[in-house]
């Protein structure tokens, strides 16, 4: 399944409905046909009845996983669709056993089958992955980068990170998101609500020139300078990205308050073909990273109940 910004959601509900409503027919595909079959055996009603009642179980949980983005639904849609799969072969061999009922035994393989395929398809193309198969974290990212050294490679990493993570929480280019306030007390106030701090280098992020000729690094007003150097001095989580094949710089070539990002352990983010493992592997990283937050969190908020 192909989803982008604009019509992920849309399929992915569109795909949870298809699979509720394939539950509710399964049930009733399955008590036509006990009803079709007033003289078979106990085994034969048994088999039919726990093929229908099995689809049905199926299909009726993956629809739900997806529509709540819950964990696994992508490995029990494989169940689901190999359930409706199997359904629709016994459909086919009540077809060919009660010909006087052969017709609506095939009406009912036609919509199994139809279904297992859809949903064997739309998992072949599952959104990103392992991303899209887990519910959104609340984690408070902040995205520093220089625009003029991998602006399209941030770009591709926050479409990514608004799939893993609460959106609202992601911070990028906050600067201009307040027109005429002091960016200093922006970027602080940003810092204040993330727990982890995406510092993107790319090749020129340590010596692109500002209007005066010198690096920009070496300027204590520089926006990217400013951002890192504030979220060091919180003891923050940074993290460098290296991006485009940049190299991680060293504490000699950086000025002395960036000096201890040199030894932050940096994740390097590929071209294609590595970009989207590389971004599967930050986005587990950054999870565990939220996992550690909500329990620092929660001891926090038992502490000062317990000071009461």
């Known amino acids: 399944m192909t989803v982008t910004r604009g019509d992920g959601r849309f399929l992915l509900r569109r795909l949870g409905i298809v699979s509720m409503l394939t539950a509710l027919v399964s049930l009733l595909a399955t008590a036509g046909g ?6 078979a055996g106990a085994a034969g009603q048994w088999v039919l009845g726990a093929a229908g009642g099995a689809v049905a179980v199926a299909a009726f949980a993956f629809g739900r996983l997806v529509i709540l983005r819950r964990p696994g639904a992508r490995r029990v849609g494989f169940v689901a ?13 009540l077809a060919l056993a009660r010909p006087e009922a052969g017709g609506y035994f095939v009406a009912c393989l036609a919509v199994l089958a139809a279904y297992a395929a859809f949903v064997s398809h739309r998992l072949a193309f599952w959104p990103s992955g392992e991303i899209a198969d887990e519910p959104r974290v609340s984690l408070g990212i902040f995205l520093s980068y220089r625009r003029d050294d991998s ?4 770009g591709r990493i926050h479409d990514h990170l608004c799939q893993a993570f609460v959106p609202e929480r992601i911070f990028l280019d906050v600067e201009r998101q307040s027109a005429g306030a002091d960016y200093r007390e922006v ?3 940003a810092l204040d609500q993330s727990e982890v701090v995406l510092v993107v280098i790319g090749p020129a992020w340590l010596t692109l020139a500002g209007a005066d000729g010198r690096p920009r690094i070496d300027d204590t007003e520089d926006m990217v300078r400013l951002e890192v150097e504030m979220a060091l001095a919180r003891g923050q989580n940074v993290v460098p990205l290296l991006v485009q094949g940049a190299r991680m710089p060293s504490a000699a070539q950086l000025p002395a308050p960036l000096a201890p990002l040199a030894y932050r352990n940096a994740l390097p983010v590929r071209p294609d073909p590595d970009f989207r493992g590389d971004v599967l592997r930050l986005v587990e990283a950054l999870r565990a990273l939220a996992q550690v937050a909500a329990r620092e969190r929660t001891r926090a908020a038992g502490a000062a109940t317990s000071l009461r």
């Not at 602006?151 to 941030?154: G, I, K």
């Open 34 to 39: 006990l009803s079709l079959l007033p003289y």
């Open 81 to 93: 669709a190999g359930m409706a799969l199997a359904a629709a072969v016994l459909f086919g061999l």
């Open 151 to 154: 602006r399209e490679s941030v």
């Open 187 to 189: 970027i602080g106030t």
